[in-house]
């Protein structure tokens, strides 16, 4: 016997549970996209100098 009729606390649950999956996928692609961004950067305050040391 299955239960059909749902209750509203069914659905307020289901929202907030959508929202907070939401706000942690971005945290995640957030902390993905800098760590990326800290990976690939260039220092620029090396460059100059690694010819010098020749």
Known sequence: MAITKLHELHT???????????????FVVLILGLTVVKVTTVDVSNVGSAGAHE
């Open 12 to 26: 307020r649950r289901k929202s907030r549970n959508v929202g907070l999956a939401l706000v942690l996928g971005l």
